[in-house]
């Protein structure tokens, strides 16, 4: 059953790709970013399911919503995280890349059945608590708008005020929340991100985050107690990473259970890109997979030690004066370290290998960074389906 969507903030389109591979049918994919919309009508001919996907290349706050039909299934976006990156000036709702308003205009427009934002964990730190608060209270009452001149403070007041009155009219939303590191779902990448999930409230529909399929466990028990995992990557034992203390009390707790775990173990850098060829010296000397080309002066220093490749990732980075270091860094077990190339960086983020990216090494990376996993978001997007599904099936048997 094909459901439509829209798509904000869509950037290179990780979160876009992995809702179409849900199903769903995106009516707008709307980005203002130049590099990124280039990425986006690049892969339309590479990737089957992009093809039909209308690209407008403009600001969110331009896009004319009413133009979009009513009643859809879906709005997606990772809203710009910069007023609550971690790595940021901490602004908040005082930046003017503050998106928020924008997605509730779009909301108030388009009235979709459901709506699911990505953002930085940073924004559910404690710094911000407030205005996180607010955040979800305009999403449970989208029709209650802010006024002109209004104070947000005074605003929150109001909903506030209308939450609790007991008396709910119009369009409005249950909303919930969660921080979910990408690992504990198969990517191998440790990426933890704040997810937020509105559902319209008129259709009685009940939706949880679905559960960790993966485990720093069950990795653990492959590579040190079944060994299945140097097996399968045909490691010598002399070639075997040394547990550190903590994990080694962790493993020591782990062969007491007599119960079986119930996940699998957490994907790691070498299960993502054991089997391409070795990287090009250089960009364009024959590299035999899309843009897997080395890149020359990476280096370790304090804090910035680059990713073990028996374990998932560091959360790669987009960076704002050029690329991190660390965060995007390959650690040999020999000790050397090696930028990541931009196709390894790509499988770190569950892209598919035919997936190209518009711009230079850095510019590809900073897209890169922003992106949502593929897989991440098609795992949310086909749970997301098959809630929507089941109000649809029972409202026809209604």
């Known amino acids: 059953m094909s459901m439509r969507s829209i798509e904000i903030f869509s950037g290179a389109g990780g979160l876009a790709l992995g809702i179409a591979r849900a199903g769903f049918e995106h009516l707008a994919v709307v980005e203002w970013d130049d590099q990124a919309c280039e990425t986006l009508r690049e892969n339309r001919w590479r990737l089957q399911e992009m093809r039909s996907w209308p690209i407008h290349h403009c600001d969110v706050r331009e896009f004319d919503f009413r133009s979009q039909p009513q009643d859809i299934e879906l709005i997606a976006g990772g809203v710009p ?75 929150r007041a109001r909903l506030e005020q209308h939450h609790t009155a007991g008396k709910i009219r119009g369009l409005n939303y249950k909303v919930v929340h969660q921080v979910l590191n990408a690992a504990d779902y198969g990517i191998p990448q440790k990426r933890e991100r704040l997810f937020i999930v509105a559902m319209r409230a008129d259709l009685g529909a009940e939706w949880t985050f679905p559960q960790p399929t993966h485990s720093v466990d069950a990795l653990l028990w492959d590579q040190y107690v079944s060994q299945d995992y140097w097996d399968r990557h ?32 957490w994907r790691t850098v070498r ?13 364009g000397a024959g590299e035999m997979a899309l843009d897997h080309y080395l890149i020359p002066g990476a280096r370790s220093y304090t804090g ?89 099936l029972d409202s026809e048997v209604a």
Request: net charge positive.
């Open 81 to 155: 995280c910069q007023p609550f990156s971690i790595g940021g000036k901490h602004r908040g709702h005082r930046d003017e890349r503050n998106m928020f308003p924008a997605l509730m205009s779009a909301v108030r427009a388009v009235r979709p059945k459901a709506v699911l934002i990505e953002n930085v964990r940073g924004l559910a730190r404690p710094s911000f608590a407030r205005y996180f608060g607010y955040i979800e209270l305009m999403l449970t009452y989208p029709e209650l708008v802010r006024r002109q001149g209004e104070e947000w403070t005074a605003h």
């Open 234 to 265: 045909r490691v010598p034992k002399r070639g075997r990473p040394r547990l550190d203390l903590v994990l080694g009390c962790r493993l020591d707790n782990l062969k007491r259970l007599s119960a079986p775990l119930l996940t699998k173990g």
């Open 271 to 283: 299960d993502a890109i054991y089997d391409l060829p070795k990287a090009a010296p250089r960009r």
């Open 304 to 392: 910035h030690t680059g990713s073990p490749l028996d374990e998932p990732a560091k959360t790669l980075k987009a960076g704002v004066h050029g690329v991190p270091g660390g965060e995007n860094m390959l650690a040999n077990p020999d000790g050397t370290v090696r930028y990541f190339t931009v196709r390894e960086s790509s499988r770190l983020q569950t892209f598919p290998d035919e997936f190209a990216f518009k711009g230079s090494w850095t510019e590809s990376m900073r897209q890169i960074g922003n992106a949502v996993p593929v897989e991440l978001a098609h795992l949310l997007a086909a749970n997301l389906k098959s809630v929507l599904s089941e109000r649809v």
